[in-house]
């Protein structure tokens, strides 16, 4: 069975371009979240999809960080302009809630993302 | 502000001996608690969890307890092995029912043959 699958693996940019990270969710789950891991903080969420909705995005940092998730098999987040502080990794999960979600994410192997 | 804490950056254990690793929170509402290990170039992957509701819960070789008055929990690997070494990350549900998990920092383990 496929796992999260995210692309691109590995994305170097310079400051004030935008980057586009993708996801697609392990099929049949119905929410997908994006974590941002760096050594200070750790793996941060930044935003999550319930059916495709928005349910929380208090963690994204600023406007310049969007996130859409126009069917159940695809979410993208965008950042733009990119800075340098964004340097990181980012994750994609997707779990199944049935209605009692138990906090067990499936993740993606993550973007190594790097903003000269 | 760090709700969960993970304040050893890294950890360095015998093969076959135990390997303890330790979480603290603030907030008392945290309802479940959860470990995650992570390899290289890999997403982390869910180890073990716990209830608030209990105190201690066991899988194997892995072990989580919970001092709820302490704000504290702890992962137990006994008998360490070479495969274990890894980043741990401590993580904790608001309620359950609730998927926004927040992570700490991750303690990265290292097994010496």
């Known amino acids: 069975d496929a796992g999260v699958i995210q692309s691109p693996r590995h994305e170097v940019t310079e400051m004030g371009q935008e980057v586009t990270l993708r996801c697609k969710p392990i099929?049949?789950?119905?929410?997908l979240f994006w974590y941002r891991q760096t050594m200070m903080r750790g793996l941060e969420l930044l935003i999550y999809?319930?059916?495709?909705?928005?349910?929380?995005d208090s963690g994204m940092p600023e406007d310049r960080f969007s996130a859409k998730m126009p069917n159940a098999s695809f979410s993208t987040l965008k950042i733009q302009p990119s800075e340098p502080r964004d340097s990181a990794v980012y994750f994609c999960?997707?779990?199944?809630?049935?209605?009692?979600?138990?906090?067990?994410?499936?993740f993606g192997e993550g973007s190594r993302l790097t903003v000269l | 502000d760090q709700q969960v804490k993970q304040n050893s950056p890294s950890l360095s254990v015998q093969e076959g001996r135990i390997s303890i690793l330790n979480c603290d929170y603030t907030n008392s509402m945290f309802d479940y608690f959860l470990w995650y290990k992570k390899y290289p170039a890999e997403g982390p992957t869910f180890l073990i969890s716990?209830?608030?509701?209990?105190d201690k819960n066991e899988d194997g070789r892995f072990t989580v307890f919970l001092n709820k008055s302490a704000k504290h929990l702890s992962l137990h690997i006994v008998p360490s092995q070479p495969g274990d070494s890894a980043v741990y990350f401590c993580a904790a549900l608001l309620n359950f029912g609730n998927e926004k998990l927040t992570f700490g920092t991750g303690t990265r383990l290292t097994i010496i043959p």
């Open positions: 999960a997707s779990s199944l809630l049935l209605g009692m979600g138990t906090g067990e994410l499936f």
């Open positions: 716990i209830s608030s509701i209990k």
């Open positions: 999809f319930n059916n495709n909705v928005p349910i929380d």
């Open positions: 099929s049949g789950h119905n929410s």
